[in-house]
């Protein structure tokens, strides 16, 4: 590594240190200065909560092979996030929203999720809510329980947020054939592609990490996407930067 990227690395991560640290408590200190970029999924969800409340449908959230302990851990997390803000946004409705799972560790954070959303609205939790499917690691056999529900419950709104592989077609295309909005994200690449050709409002990428700073009012949470969204544009200044000064260096 030459002395010029060194300087330029050092740079990225002392401003990355620096953005963390101050732009969340700049942003809890002065709220209306955060303007998130606009993203679609998470727009579409407390509308479509409201939709399936009026209609007496259920929500069905689904988290797939995340689970605790593993690779996926940071995966699971963020899909309790996004299953939290899901059921509370249907919590008064007449249908109980469900929460799924194929991972036995992934169980504790579905029920708390549940726990939590309906303790927002001072409501005593259902039981069954929130639902072991253990039919293993990115399995077909989920999937096709998942499509039971869509049949089953009259066309409930589907959030797929997990881990999920190609199997995650069935689901999509038995929510697209009935008419029922479909959500669908994943950290597998070939999932990911198959859930954005069936969605119409996809996660792609880190805003799979992003639901509590759009779908709550707390500051901090927007704060740290912000940072993200800066900390993303100083990336791809560094990188030009670098291959300018090389192109420039290669010149002279």
């Given at each position: 590594m030459d002395t010029t990227t060194q300087v330029l690395s050092i740079l990225v991560l002392l401003i990355g240190l620096i953005v963390t640290a101050i732009v969340p408590q700049f942003v809890r200190r002065r709220r209306d200065s955060a303007v998130l970029r606009r993203q679609a999924?998470?727009?579409?969800i407390p509308a479509m909560a409201t939709t399936a409340v009026e209609a007496g449908q259920s929500m069905i959230v689904g988290m797939g092979d995340a689970g605790v302990g593993g690779e996926s851990t940071l995966l699971a997390i963020a899909a309790e996030a996004v299953a939290y803000h899901t059921v509370a946004a249907a919590a008064y409705g007449d249908r109980m929203p469900v929460v799924t799972t194929s991972s036995g560790?992934?169980?504790p954070l579905a029920?708390?999720?549940?726990?939590?959303a309906f303790r927002e609205h001072n409501l005593p939790a259902p039981s069954g809510s929130a639902r072991w499917i253990p039919a293993g690691s990115r399995s077909l056999a989920y999937a096709a329980a998942m499509t039971a529900y869509v049949a089953a419950d009259r066309s409930p709104t589907q959030v797929m947020v997990g881990r999920f592989?190609?199997?995650?077609?069935?689901?999509?295309e038995a929510s697209v054939?009935?008419?029922?909005?479909?959500?669908?994200?994943?950290?597998?690449?070939?999932?990911q592609a198959v859930a954005y050709a069936f969605s119409k409002t996809p996660l792609i990428g880190e805003?799979?990490?992003q639901a509590s700073a759009?779908?709550?009012?707390?500051?901090?949470?927007r704060g740290e996407a912000v940072a993200m969204d800066i900390l993303r544009w100083l990336l791809i200044?560094?990188?030009?930067?670098?291959?300018?000064?090389?192109?420039?260096?290669?010149?002279g």
């Amino acid at each position: 590594m030459d002395t010029t990227t060194q300087v330029l690395s050092i740079l990225v991560l002392l401003i990355g240190l620096i953005v963390t640290a101050i732009v969340p408590q700049f942003v809890r200190r002065r709220r209306d200065s955060a303007v998130l970029r606009r993203q679609a999924a998470y727009a579409a969800i407390p509308a479509m909560a409201t939709t399936a409340v009026e209609a007496g449908q259920s929500m069905i959230v689904g988290m797939g092979d995340a689970g605790v302990g593993g690779e996926s851990t940071l995966l699971a997390i963020a899909a309790e996030a996004v299953a939290y803000h899901t059921v509370a946004a249907a919590a008064y409705g007449d249908r109980m929203p469900v929460v799924t799972t194929s991972s036995g560790t992934g169980l504790p954070l579905a029920i708390e999720a549940v726990r939590a959303a309906f303790r927002e609205h001072n409501l005593p939790a259902p039981s069954g809510s929130a639902r072991w499917i253990p039919a293993g690691s990115r399995s077909l056999a989920y999937a096709a329980a998942m499509t039971a529900y869509v049949a089953a419950d009259r066309s409930p709104t589907q959030v797929m947020v997990g881990r999920f592989g190609p199997e995650i077609a069935l689901i999509g295309e038995a929510s697209v054939r009935r008419g029922a909005p479909f959500i669908g994200a994943t950290d597998r690449l070939d999932g990911q592609a198959v859930a954005y050709a069936f969605s119409k409002t996809p996660l792609i990428g880190e805003e799979l990490f992003q639901a509590s700073a759009y779908l709550s009012d707390r500051a901090v949470r927007r704060g740290e996407a912000v940072a993200m969204d800066i900390l993303r544009w100083l990336l791809i200044a560094a990188v030009i930067a670098v291959a300018a000064a090389r192109i420039v260096g290669a010149g002279g």
